[in-house]
């Protein structure tokens, strides 16, 4: 499977930005996905994520509100919708798939097997 992401860009405090990942490959919609995110000097963490059939979906609490992640298995693609940015969302958004289909939503980068090549989300202030 690959994942290609885009929709990143430079945008100011309170703007929005939409993210799109495009996968190929192996069955898109039987696996779990996810957007990690990775700021200059710190760890890579999950953003947000949604099982197969979009009945779970999980968020990070410090975009609670502001993001909404969705996805559509007809076109293989997942979404992560970004309102009212921050400066501290700044970061290498990556998107990525779970490495089991049929499951929830892992919660670790080890849970996940396969990962976009990531694009750069920068809001100014």
């Known amino acids: 499977v690959q994942l290609v992401e885009s929709g990143g860009g430079l945008v100011q405090a309170g703007g929005s930005l939409r993210l799109s990942c495009a996968a190929s490959?192996?069955?898109?919609?039987?696996?779990?996905m996810g957007w990690f995110r990775q700021a200059p000097g710190k760890e890579r963490a999950l953003v947000a994520g949604?099982?197969?059939?979009?009945?779970?979906?999980y968020y990070t609490d410090s975009v609670k509100g502001r993001f909404t992640i969705s996805r559509d298995n007809a076109k293989n693609t997942v979404y992560l919708q970004m309102n009212s940015l921050k400066p501290e969302d700044t970061a290498v958004y990556y998107c990525?798939?779970?490495?089991?289909?049929?499951?929830?939503?892992?919660?670790?980068?080890?849970?996940?097997?396969?990962w976009g090549q990531g694009t750069q989300v920068t809001v100014s202030s």
């Open positions: 490959g192996r069955t898109f919609r039987t696996y779990s």
């Open positions: 949604i099982s197969w059939n979009s009945a779970y979906i």
């Open positions: 990525t798939q779970s490495a089991l289909p049929g499951i929830g939503i892992p919660k670790t980068g080890d849970e996940y097997g396969t």
